[in-house]
């Protein structure tokens, strides 16, 4: 009969090939006939833990440590263990505890490490990796982690040495090639970095942190196409989590009816920035339900393009047939720089509290100017984009400025330590409470001349409303804002202002205090003091010119749906750009009147679909109509396509002539032909 000492080396074998059942049944075996065995019990939670079932590892190895309260081992383990159910103290305890054991317990001085770094104890961790390498300076895990608390601690070129040297002892080691390309994309050097995340997938294709990383740095390099394809990858990363759906994913093809749903993810300025496309993908023709946040609807419930608004969290969805994330849109219907949907607004205030909000700030003849410092510090990426408010005290130096405070929540505080350097009117803490998020703050920037903020959902709101807005990009910019720009094709009306170095603001501060100096002088600046009416209008180029002429509710509604059809068919790239751009334009012109509507709103989105399937049979007369003239067959196939094409044309003419009864349009288009149904009779 086999010896405990015999099982326990047969089990030890089992457990190292990764026969972790077997192992753990030999284990148990052990602990069965001698229950004072502290190895079997340490093993035993060490299988425990490495099959997911933390809980009872803790509970495993702590047992063996109370049999054994000698071996630095078990303590090591307890604190991977407490690692892995989140208890970081109680991991850093343990990590001390076996280092008092065991003083040169290499893993236990890098475990430790990691576990204050998760503290936010920087300068400890840092030791404790320095003392790992201390005893054996030739381990590579120890060179990467001391290089991650470097680069949050912002030495960067300490972090750059640390990753080098890690390569140098292991140079097949995907983590510090990733980290690497991390702090170069850091430094701005971009063209170094990207071919470093793309060895570290190559050595690990699943790697899924080297996908995203890549994607944003490809997005940020304005490589759109290849950036679409890997910002797939946030999934994995759970970057955002996603709900199960058990229907397909979009593929953008035409809907020709069906239901789609656009899943809002991320922060409330991606949402803001990315709703855009909503119009677009109404376009495909189909029927278009938004879950989101349950505090962008009475914003969303302006946005063209939304047939239903579904708050999230909340009730169960409705049906639908395919689905999209919101961010993915851009990757689905193929987005270049050159195709941005950047035509603005498509976000609208609420009339009634834009006239309100002028109503209330009427009596200041200032420069008014809308503030915010700081963004929400629990979106991902967040870090390095909010300000100190006192960075903005450059612009109290400017005479005939108004500052009204736009920051809500977290950082208003700031507002009474800078009280007597910058004089910042806050709306009595009014913005908002009692309309719904973001209601009254977009109201109040239709009645500023400009809007100055740090990298926050406002900039977002403001360059979707199409007021004018100056944006404070750190040196580490996101990828949106693209590479060295100071203008945006997301938003024509937002100018960025970018750091130079990494974490100084100062610079920043005085050329914004500068340019606003030379827009205050100059007052009569067409962007600063253009008409709300003419804010409201999409910003035109450099070279370019536009005609506004008033015309029927009817003829709006039917080029709308024209463009639609357009933007589902055509495939050249620069077409489609120049499609896009009308159908934003007019689908936001449109938006406020089909809002009008009230109550009659369904009856009205009954007639535009009924229009946009006439105008789709048009569309395909026309094409089978050339291809008989192309084939040069003018038999029957020919009459019946020339004649069906006055029943539709009567029928489209009948359905403008509903809407603008339904609308009350001023105009009204009139036809003087022969009702080609009544000649039939």
């Not at 000698?70 to 505890?97: D, H, M, P, R």
């Not at 357009?566 to 089909?594: C, G, H, M, Q, Y």
Request: proline share 5%; hydrophobic share 40%; aromatic share 8%.
């Amino acid at each position: 009969m086999a010896t405990p000492s015999q099982i326990l080396a047969s089990a030890v074998q089992q457990h190292q090939s990764g026969r972790l059942e077997q192992a753990e049944q030999l284990y148990r075996q052990i602990i069965q006939a001698e229950p004072k065995h502290a190895d079997a019990w340490h093993l035993l939670g060490v299988v425990a833990s490495q099959s997911g079932r933390h809980a009872e590892a803790a509970d495993c190895i702590g047992r063996a440590i109370a049999l054994n309260p000698k071996a630095a081992a078990f303590y090591g383990n307890l604190g991977n263990v407490y690692t892995s159910l989140g208890k970081i103290e109680e991991a850093v305890n343990a990590f001390q505890q076996a280092l008092r054991l065991k003083p040169d317990f290499v893993d236990a001085h890098l475990n430790l490490g990691i576990a204050l770094k998760d503290q936010g104890q920087l300068d400890e961790a840092v030791t404790c990796f320095q003392q790992a390498l201390g005893l054996q300076a030739d381990h590579p895990v120890a060179h990467n982690n001391l290089g991650i608390v470097y680069r949050e601690q912002g030495k960067h070129e300490a972090a750059l040495d640390c990753y080098r040297q890690a390569l140098r002892l292991k140079p097949r080691f995907p983590d510090a090639l990733n980290n690497l390309a991390n702090v170069l994309n850091d430094l701005g050097r971009l063209e170094e970095a990207i071919p470093l995340y793309r060895q570290a997938i190559a050595l690990q294709p699943d790697f899924a942190e080297a996908h995203l990383s890549l994607a944003t740095a490809l997005l940020l390099a304005g490589d759109l196409q290849a950036g679409w394809a890997e910002y797939e990858w946030r999934f994995v990363c759970r970057r955002p989590e996603l709900p199960e759906f058990y229907k397909p994913r979009w593929d953008g093809s035409p809907l020709n009816g069906r239901t789609i749903l656009l899943y809002g993810e991320q922060g409330l300025g991606d949402k803001l920035q990315f709703m855009r496309y909503a119009c677009l993908v109404k376009a495909r023709g189909g029927r278009v339900v938004v879950a989101c946040n349950h505090v962008l609807q009475d914003l969303f419930s302006r946005c063209a393009g939304i047939d239903q608004f579904i708050p999230i969290p909340g009730p169960d969805l409705p049906p639908f047939d395919v689905y999209a994330p919101l961010l993915s849109l851009p990757g689905i219907l193929g987005t270049t720089e050159e195709t941005i949907p950047g035509d603005v607004p498509y976000l609208f205030a609420d009339p009634q509290l834009v006239q309100s909000w002028k109503e209330k700030l009427s009596g200041n003849t200032a420069f008014k100017i809308g503030i915010v410092w700081q963004g929400s510090a629990s979106t991902y990426g967040a870090q390095g984009r909010s300000i100190s408010l006192k960075q903005f005290a450059p612009l109290g130096q400017v005479d005939g400025i108004q500052l009204y405070s736009l920051q809500r929540g977290k950082g208003s505080e700031q507002l009474a330590e800078m009280s007597d350097q910058l004089q910042v009117d806050e709306f009595d803490g009014r913005l908002d409470e009692n309309t719904g998020a973001f209601m009254d703050t977009a109201a109040v920037m239709m009645n500023l001349d400009l809007v100055i903020t740090a990298d926050t959902s406002i900039a977002h709101l403001a360059g979707g409303l199409g007021v004018p807005v100056w944006v404070a990009i750190p040196f580490l910019s996101d990828w949106r804002w693209f590479v060295g720009r100071e203008d945006t094709p997301w938003y024509p009306t937002m100018r960025l202002f970018r750091q130079t170095r990494i974490g100084d603001w100062e610079p920043v501060f005085q050329r914004i205090a500068e340019e606003l100096k030379r827009h205050v002088a100059a007052h009569a600046e067409p962007l600063l003091t253009a008409s709300r009416e003419e804010r409201a209008m999409p910003a035109k180029s450099a070279g370019t010119s536009a005609v506004f002429v008033e015309t029927s509710i009817g003829e709006l509604v039917d080029k709308i749906t024209i463009l639609q059809i357009k933007s589902a068919r055509i495939d050249d790239p620069v077409k489609l750009a120049n499609v896009r751009r009308e159908l934003a334009t007019l689908t936001a012109a449109f938006e406020p009147v089909r809002q009008s509507a009230g109550q009659s709103i369904g009856q009205l989105d009954q007639f535009i679909e009924q229009l946009m399937s006439v105008n789709e049979a048009l569309w395909q007369i026309e094409d089978d109509i050339r291809d008989c003239e192309r084939e040069q067959d003018f038999g029957p196939t020919f009459v019946e396509l020339a004649r069906s094409v006055y029943h539709q044309n009567d029928r489209r003419a009948a359905l403008k002539r509903e809407i603008n009864e339904l609308l009350g349009s001023r105009l009204v288009e009139e036809k003087s032909y022969r009702d080609y149904a009544a000649t039939q009779a």
